[in-house]
């Protein structure tokens, strides 16, 4: 049987709700493009019947294949296991929630037709809130500023990406992915539209506060070694302050005698100082941690079921060891 032309990649964590619903539209949105195609499904670990779906999805269509983790491993390693199903020659990352339209794919497709080897779909940010919106704005000054790789506002996993550029991204060995700044590392020849934010078909976000403000640290640290400089910067620049200070001080007690030293300055310099101390040591914990993680070596992720033979194993049992190290991040 001859590879398909497309394949699309869909993560799917707790989404029984809308699965049946995505497939419908990505299925009605693929037909008329004529490509031969497959959707290859991954469960990271649902617990209300996310997989069931797949596997009745995948028993129905043979067009369909599915992968389903022993837990939630988070969206990183679910597109990790995604890309390494794919066999088309294009491969397109979408959600199941339908905030990515499948009736986009095929304009990413003619674009890819045209000779881009990355096709990237832009979110406005229509319906969200005005401190949300705010915030996402401020983050991506802030990464423009710092980070060694380029990533928009707006740009997300909905993308296409050709077989090699798929390839280049499956190459990369680290532990602590962050998929955004991946895909820009990579280069190769890159489109983009934009399209107006959906809202989810059914159920919640799975990403509130806490998980959005970890993934923009994860993103600011994975692609530059700058905080580690800027600690160096600031404990020069108040130890310059400090030595000035002393320096005011000593000419201060010869010319006006020796005064009472100030509680309220005192304090101050010590609540400063430790201050800074304890970010410095934030941010050298943060890089020694991925040290840590990349030097165990661990899988991505622990594949429970699948349709799909992992390699060297024909007969579908998976192997841990088909998984490399796994990422940290959650959904």
């Not at 390494?84 to 294009?90: D, H, I, K, T, V």
Request: glycine share 10%; hydrophobic share 40%.
């Amino acid at each position: 049987m001859p590879h398909p032309q497309l394949t699309v990649v869909v993560p799917c964590f707790d989404e029984s709700e809308v699965i049946d619903a995505f497939h419908s539209a990505l299925v009605a949105a693929l037909e008329p493009t004529g490509a031969r195609f497959e959707i290859c499904y991954v469960d990271d670990g649902s617990g209300d019947g996310t997989a069931e779906r797949l596997r009745a999805l995948a028993a129905g269509s043979p067009c369909v294949r599915y992968t389903s983790f022993s837990r939630n491993f988070g969206k990183e390693a679910a597109l990790l296991a995604g890309m390494r199903m794919a066999r088309g020659e294009a491969v397109v990352l979408m959600d199941a929630d339908l905030q990515h339209p499948p009736e986009l794919v095929p304009r990413m497709l003619e674009l890819h037709r045209n000779g881009y080897d990355q096709v990237v779909a832009r979110r406005d940010r229509a319906g969200e809130g005005a401190l949300r919106t705010a915030l996402s704005r401020a983050y991506y000054r802030l990464v423009r500023h710092f980070m060694d790789v380029e990533v928009a506002d707006g740009e997300g996993d909905f993308r296409l990406l050709s077989r090699r550029a798929v390839d280049a991204v499956l190459s990369l060995p680290e532990s602590d992915r962050f998929s955004k700044g991946l895909f820009s590392w990579i280069g190769f020849p890159t489109a983009g539209f934009a399209y107006r934010n959906a809202e989810r078909a059914a159920g919640r976000s799975k990403w509130g506060g806490r998980r959005l403000v970890d993934y923009g640290i994860d993103g600011l640290l994975s692609f530059n070694t700058r905080p580690l400089r800027l600690a160096i910067h600031t404990g020069l620049w108040l130890f310059l302050s400090a030595l000035g200070y002393a320096g005011w001080i000593v000419v201060n007690a010869l010319v006006d005698g020796v005064d009472t030293p100030g509680y309220a300055t005192l304090i101050t310099a010590i609540v400063g100082l430790s201050g800074v101390q304890l970010a410095t040591l934030g941010v050298i914990g943060e890089y020694v941690g991925r040290i840590y993680h990349e030097a165990k070596r661990r899988p991505h992720y622990v594949v429970a079921e699948t349709d799909t033979p992992a390699p060297g194993h024909p007969d579908g049992v998976p192997a841990a060891a088909a998984a490399r190290p796994r990422s940290r991040s959650r959904r």
